[in-house]
């Protein structure tokens, strides 16, 4: 049986636009790329990741070492601002290093003397290296620049009073313990566990 050239052509033609819609279809359709080897491009639209708020739910989580990387990766966007420094030396005291932690939380308080986290938390600093004098003063400043509103700085406060005046109570501790209170602004103060 011979074909007319009229159907095979009007048959070509169908097949054509079948084939058309249909990869119309698929080029309107997200695959979300779930068969590709490849990673997903990058969408120059898209809004980018706050890594500080990243850092401070990995704070609360107690994943130091992995928020001291994500508020690095801040620190690249918006630079060393003071509440990266007090956050990165929060982050290095919750992990005990004492050492590095101490230079970025002073470095934090002279760039803004004005915000009291990061003197709570130098503060905090200074009672775990013993400086409870200095410790205290720290606490009264930051208590006075809060004006009075943080719990946790009064209470940090009285600790450092508390030692600095009974000097028989401060031999050597326990590895003492604190805790993160985050503020409404996303920042942190420590309070320390009695």
């Known amino acids: ?8 052509r009007s048959g070509f033609r169908r097949l054509i ?3 058309a819609v249909l990869v119309a279809v698929a080029s309107c359709t997200d695959t979300g790329d779930q ?14 990741v706050d890594e500080v708020a990243i850092g401070n739910r990995l704070m609360v989580a107690g994943e130091y070492e992995l928020a001291i990387e994500s508020f690095t990766r801040a620190a690249l966007v918006d630079g ?15 992990l005990r290093r004492l050492g590095q ?19 709570n938390n130098l503060g905090v600093l200074l009672i775990e290296t013993g400086e409870y004098a200095e ?18 700085i009064r ?27 985050q503020r409404g ?6 309070r320390k566990i009695q």
Do not use: C, H
Request: proline share 9%.
């Open 101 to 119: 932690a101490e230079p970025l939380l002073r470095r934090a308080v002279e760039e803004d003397p004005d915000w009291p986290i990061g003197w």
């Open 155 to 181: 209470d940090n406060l009285r600790l450092a009073l508390a030692k600095m005046e009974n000097p028989a109570n401060n031999t050597a501790q326990q590895k003492e313990e604190y805790t993160l209170e």
């Open 35 to 48: 068969g590709s080897p490849y990673a997903p491009g990058v969408d120059p639209s898209g809004k980018p």
């Open 185 to 190: 602004n996303g920042a942190f103060v420590l």
């Open 17 to 19: 636009q079948a084939t």
């Open 80 to 94: 060393m601002t003071p509440e990266i420094l007090t956050s990165i030396g929060t982050a290095n005291l919750g």
């Open 1 to 8: 049986m011979k074909s007319e050239p009229g159907l095979a």
């Open 135 to 152: 410790a205290s003063q720290v606490f009264q400043r930051a208590y006075a620049l809060d004006n009075g509103e943080s719990d946790a």
